[in-house]
């Protein structure tokens, strides 16, 4: 029996618009994290499009992480993809990678659910053991904490999500996703130099959250209101959202850590919210450094390591993507 540092899961990312290919020890050691986004020339993501993005970079991110990691591909013990939740026509064309090299080198597949693997990155990257997550990003948005066997949902977006929210305004008030700056970091920075609260409206349904009312609402203010004020306004009201769920999901639990994972974890306004609610709950605050908080194949990887050593692998003919896939469908049997 190889001892766990030398037995290695490559996973693949492929949801959205970032493809992903990362290498992780059994024992939790990153080797690898690479990846190619496709940036769409015009609007948001295109399924189509992003995936023949994804199919176009496969084998160059593939040789990158396994150049990277310094392990050959028949030294691999397992493939993991990204099933579910996401895009069809992306999570498909990375679940093909998957097969063919997992039966090229016969090896295990394993289905990685796409939202525990950002949560289980997230506790690797920073000690959190049994946190409250609010995972925001482009297609996602929710809280969510450990009980009897499942992350359960304790609160998430009825409609669009919070990355998502921010880009759909963005893209009305003229900006554009560049390489290095996403359309929420350029919101963040115009929203520092903001300084009127315009109101907008703050949607909070029981835990739950909408966010889509807020994008049309504020897109109107640009008439009546600079870019900066208008910023400033967006975010607050989506942060105070997701921050006042955050904290609900605290208070019901009492759970003592707060992880925040996904792209939009990377706003300085947005953690700051969060460090205030944890402070007041006694609860242990952590952010996910970014390039583990965005969609990333070493998530995929690690969570890959963990259900493989409890015996979920996924025979090719069950690894069909789950564009619905929820967090709250699967079990975390590696979690006592
Ligand atoms: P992901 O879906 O995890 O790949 O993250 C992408 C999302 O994160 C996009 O909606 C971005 O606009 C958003 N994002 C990236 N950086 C920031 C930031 N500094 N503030 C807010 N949102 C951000
Ligand atoms: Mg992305």
Sequence with gaps: ????????????????????????????????NKSDSYIPTEGGIHPRE???????????????????????????????????PGLGPSLRTGATVARALASYLK????????????????????????????????????????????YRVFGETLDIALGNCLDVFGREAGLKTKKGLPIGAAIEQL?????????????????????????????????????????FSLQEHAFSMVTEVTERALAHTEKKQVLLTGGVAANKRLQAMLAVISAEHDAQFSVVPLQYATDNGA????????????????????????????????????IQ
């Design 299 to 334: 998530m995929i990887a690690w969570t890959g390591t963990l259900a493989y050593r409890h015996g979920l692998t996924t025979p090719i003919d069950e690894s069909i993507v789950k564009l619905r896939w929820r967090v709250d469908k699967v079990d975390v049997p590696w």
């Design 1 to 32: 029996m190889k001892n766990l540092e030398s037995k290695y899961c490559l996973g693949i990312e492929s949801s959205a618009d970032d493809f992903g290919i990362g290498l992780a020890t059994f024992g939790g050691e990153i080797l690898a």
């Design 191 to 231: 929203a520092a130099k903001g300084e009127k609260l315009v109101p907008l409206p703050y949607v909070v349904k029981g835990m739950d959250l909408s966010l889509s009312g807020l994008v049309t609402a504020a897109s109107a203010q640009l008439q009546n209101h600079s870019l900066e004020d208008v910023c």
């Design 107 to 150: 090896i295990p597949l394993v289905g990685v659910n796409h939202s525990v693997a950002h949560i289980e990155i997230g506790k690797l990257q920073t000690g959190a053991t049994d946190p409250v997550t609010l995972y925001a990003s482009g297609g996602n948005t929710m809280v969510t904490a450990y009980e009897s066997g499942r």
């Design 50 to 84: 992003a995936a023949r993005h994804h199919a176009e970079v496969a084998d160059t991110v593939l040789q990158e992480a396994l150049s990277k990691a310094g392990v050959k591909a028949k030294e691999l013990t397992c493939i993991a993809f990204s099933q579910g």
